[in-house]
């Protein structure tokens, strides 16, 4: 049984950080993309950072871009979201989605196979 577990939300203030970590279980994602996810109430969930298999690629929202840092451990089979320099509207739920699919780096969320059950992110002004 394949499962993401994502660890490290919380509650923050503006300008804080966090560390999301999503761990893998049930097989190995070391030839996946993987990337992380947000929803923020009322909203619909949105893209936030993808990497490639080998962690050589990146993408990122325009809204996290030079905040945001997405990697990984393929040893460890674990993605992370390095979060620095919070604003009140990245409160969200973090959701880590892997793709089936080998070698890609989707941005698209139906593209994604497997997802974890989200974790918080409270940030206060």
């Known amino acids: 049984q394949v499962q993401l577990v994502e660890s490290g939300g919380g509650l923050v203030q503006a300008g804080g950080s966090l560390r999301l970590s999503c761990a893998a279980s049930?097989?190995?994602?070391?030839?996946?993309?993987m990337g992380w996810f947000r929803q923020a109430p009322g909203k619909e969930r949105e893209f936030v950072a993808a990497i490639s298999w080998s962690g050589d690629s990146t993408n990122y929202a325009d809204s996290v871009k030079g905040r945001f840092t997405i990697s990984r451990d393929n040893a460890k089979n674990t993605v992370y979201l390095q979060m620095n320099n919070l604003k009140p509207e990245d409160t969200a739920v973090y959701y880590c989605?892997?793709?089936?699919?080998?070698?890609?780096?989707?941005?698209?969320?139906?593209?994604?196979?497997?997802w974890g059950q989200g974790t918080q992110v409270t940030v206060s002004s």
């Open positions: 989605a892997a793709d089936r699919a080998l070698f890609t780096i989707p941005t698209a969320e139906y593209k994604y196979d497997f």
């Open positions: 049930g097989r190995t994602f070391s030839s996946n993309g």
